[in-house]
């Protein structure tokens, strides 16, 4: 968020175990939800909200699903990790102890 656009994707954001979330917003009631990012403060005259709304739908928030989904079937995600020296070295300089580590 910065500069008066608001990224969907921030506002939707959800976890796997919490029922999904709708957020009021232009076009929510469309096939693919709500579109992606608008600009209140961006006047359009040809705009149904009048407002900026961008013509595009993205599905950049449907890579941590396939991840989470990956990660539920096989462990892989979690295995990976666990081998990662920078992701080991930077949660132990960050204080985390015991577990895995």
Same mark, same amino acid.
């Given at each position: 968020?910065?500069? =008066? /656009?608001?990224? @969907?994707? /921030? @506002?939707?954001?959800?976890?796997?175990?919490?029922?999904?979330?709708?957020? @009021?917003?232009?076009?929510? *009631? /469309?096939?693919?939800?709500?579109?992606?990012? #608008?600009?209140? +403060? #961006? @006047?359009? $005259?040809?705009?149904? +909200?009048?407002?900026? &709304? %961008?013509?595009?739908? #993205?599905? !950049? *928030?449907? =890579?941590? &699903? &396939?991840?989470? !989904? $990956?990660?539920?079937?096989?462990?892989?995600?979690?295995? !990976?990790?666990?081998?990662?020296?920078? &992701? !080991?070295?930077?949660?132990?300089?960050?204080?985390? %102890?015991? =577990?895995?580590?």
């Amino acid at each position: 968020m910065g500069r =008066g /656009r608001l990224a @969907a994707v /921030r @506002a939707g954001n959800r976890h796997p175990d919490r029922p999904p979330l709708r957020p @009021a917003g232009p076009g929510n *009631d /469309r096939p693919y939800g709500f579109k992606p990012s #608008f600009n209140q +403060t #961006f @006047a359009v $005259e040809d705009s149904p +909200t009048g407002w900026w &709304v %961008t013509p595009h739908h #993205f599905g !950049i *928030d449907q =890579g941590p &699903v &396939v991840l989470m !989904i $990956e990660n539920y079937r096989s462990g892989l995600i979690w295995d !990976i990790m666990r081998r990662c020296p920078a &992701v !080991i070295a930077g949660l132990r300089r960050a204080g985390f %102890t015991g =577990g895995w580590l």
